[in-house]
């Protein structure tokens, strides 16, 4: 059992037309430090982490629990999704669901790959789990990261205020099985 439900985790390898959404490894420590550092990834997430205390803290393979996926693009880590129980959330709308993060090196911004990345960890999740809705929450500012969820299927449920700024939580229906199965095109008329 993990924090996500009765999953077997990490789950084999997801593999897109271009990505590869896996468990972390050693090799990705530098890139994690480069990603959680960057104060263009965390524009909307409160600042970024001072790069001397990642590189003190940071363990050899990091981020190694269930829900959290590196994104690779040719053996190389260019982010992380994070589908997670949202148990601590500040609203209620969202307590107890999965919630979806994601966080991507500013060098693979604008390609698709968030979408690509995002929507194969969402597919992932409905044939592991489902019936289980999914809820994010963003920064209403950050335009970017507003038109991905509507993409993914997204719509608001309410915008609230916290960390000093305008929130925007989203939930995704559920995906019930028979639907998981169509989309997956293992069913043919």
């Known amino acids: 059992m993990t924090e996500l439900g009765p999953i077997a985790w990490p789950p084999t390898p997801i593999r897109t037309a271009r990505l590869v959404l896996r468990e972390s490894e050693t090799r990705d420590r530098a890139a994690f430090v480069e990603l959680l550092a960057s104060p263009e990834v965390h524009t909307y997430l409160g600042g970024a982490r001072p790069r001397e205390e990642l590189e ?3 363990p050899g393979a990091p981020e ?4 959290s996926f590196v994104v690779d693009l040719d053996g190389t880590m260019i982010g992380q999704i994070l589908l997670r129980r949202a148990t601590g959330h500040r609203r209620q709308a969202a307590a107890g669901k999965a919630d979806l993060g994601y966080l991507f090196l500013p060098r693979a911004w604008g390609f698709g790959y968030a979408a690509e990345a995002c929507a194969a960890a969402l597919d992932w999740f409905d044939g592991a ?17 507003m038109r991905l969820a509507a993409k993914l299927g997204f719509t608001e449920v309410e915008r609230f205020q916290a960390w000093g700024a305008e929130q925007w939580l989203g939930l995704r229906s559920p995906v019930t099985p028979w639907q ?6 293992q069913i043919l008329h």
Request: hydrophobic content about 35%.
């Open 56 to 58: 003190r803290e940071m």
């Open 64 to 67: 190694r629990w269930p829900g």
């Open 129 to 145: 789990l489902p019936g289980e809705p999914v809820v994010l929450t963003t920064q209403s500012a950050n335009v970017a990261s």
């Open 180 to 185: 998981t199965t169509l989309h997956r095109g």
